[in-house]
């Protein structure tokens, strides 16, 4: 079981920069790739962005060159560094977790909103 706890959402303007955070707990070695989704109301729900146990990473078209994930393995904790954000970007960021099984586990979702 993996248990993950995102942070960091909020309000800012457009132009603006938020950085997301994911802490996970349990059983992390069996994390094999760790993503940011997002959903935005009535659509439905996106890859934003991923990241390998090797630190190879994949981006959405949509935010490449403006958002950077990373991760600290010492403190188990998932980041999304988001920049020059758009109206566009307004959406719930969720945090996952795909174990080397193939199982999925997910946050309960942080509230993104870019508005003037």
């Known amino acids: 079981q993996v248990r993950l706890q995102e942070s960091g959402g909020g309000l800012v303007q457009p132009g603006g920069s938020l950085r997301l955070s994911c802490a996970a707990s349990g059983s992390i070695l069996s994390i094999n790739v760790m993503q940011w989704f997002r959903q935005a109301p009535g659509k439905q729900r996106e890859l934003v962005a991923r990241i390998t146990s090797g630190s190879s990473t994949g981006y959405a078209d949509s935010v490449k060159g403006r958002f950077t994930i990373s991760r600290d393995n010492a403190k188990n904790t998932l980041y999304l560094q988001m920049n020059t954000l758009k109206p566009e970007d307004t959406a719930v960021y969720y945090c996952?977790?795909?174990?080397?099984?193939?199982?999925?586990?997910w946050g309960q979702g942080t509230q993104v909103t870019v508005s003037s």
């Open positions: 996952n977790a795909r174990s080397l099984g193939g199982y999925d586990f």
